[in-house]
């Protein structure tokens, strides 16, 4: 499947100049749009420990749906680069007073400390960050197949934490290249609208 390469290259940097090109309004907006997504979807009102991300290089901004989680008494968590396994994510409980550093990429991320991990397979939803995505529900991400790793056992044995994908709805294109260790998402979250696979 490497041929594809090339062709996920080109679209990952076309999507992220794409979405990195919305002013800080629209990004505001849409961040604000997300958290009434949230409100009204089932799955995230019966979740008790939810896994999201803090946003970079232009990703839909969960900040204000995290502070509206946390009002409803959810427990949020972050994922943090493993530090023994490389290309592996740990999950860490975020409050408020959560001590954060910067991990090898720049983004944000929980100090580590044991007492906060949580093993994933305790979550019961994980909100995922992504580059593209099609009306197949296909995802492609930066890269690094941390997610895909993440969620392995969720799309081969149906355990696990469900996965639900956040992007802006310019993210959306016509076909996502395919690679064998990709993960198709059940479900996409778009400032506009639930996207629902299966």
């Known amino acids: 499947m490497s041929d594809t390469q090339p062709e996920r290259q080109s679209l990952r940097q076309l999507i992220r100049q794409r979405r990195k090109s919305l002013s800080q309004a629209e990004q505001q907006a849409?961040?604000?749009?997300?958290v009434t997504r949230f409100q009204e979807h089932p799955e995230i009102q019966g979740a008790r420990r939810i896994a999201l991300y803090l946003a970079n290089d232009g990703e839909l901004d969960p900040l204000p749906a995290i502070h509206w989680l946390w009002s409803q008494r959810k427990e949020v968590y972050l994922p943090v680069l493993h530090p023994f396994t490389p290309g592996h994510l740990l999950f860490l409980r975020y409050t408020a007073t959560s001590p954060m550093t910067r991990n090898r990429y720049g983004i944000a991320e929980p100090e580590l400390d044991v007492q906060q991990v949580l093993p994933h397979s305790m979550l019961d939803l994980i909100c995922t960050p992504l580059v593209a995505f099609d009306a197949e529900g296909n995802r492609l991400g930066m890269g690094g197949g941390y997610y895909d790793r993440t969620l392995a056992c969720w799309h081969e044995h149906g355990l696990g934490p469900r996965p639900l994908g956040l992007a802006h709805d310019c993210q959306q294109v016509e076909s996502?290249?395919?690679?064998?260790?990709?993960?198709?998402?059940?479900?996409?979250?778009?400032?506009?609208?639930?996207?629902?696979f299966s």
Do not use: F, G, K, Y
């Not at 849409?30 to 997300?34: D, K, P, R």
């Not at 996502?176 to 629902?196: E, G, S």
């Open 30 to 34: 849409a961040a604000q749009q997300l």
């Open 176 to 196: 996502v290249p395919q690679a064998q260790w990709d993960v198709p998402l059940p479900q996409i979250i778009t400032p506009a609208r639930c996207w629902r």
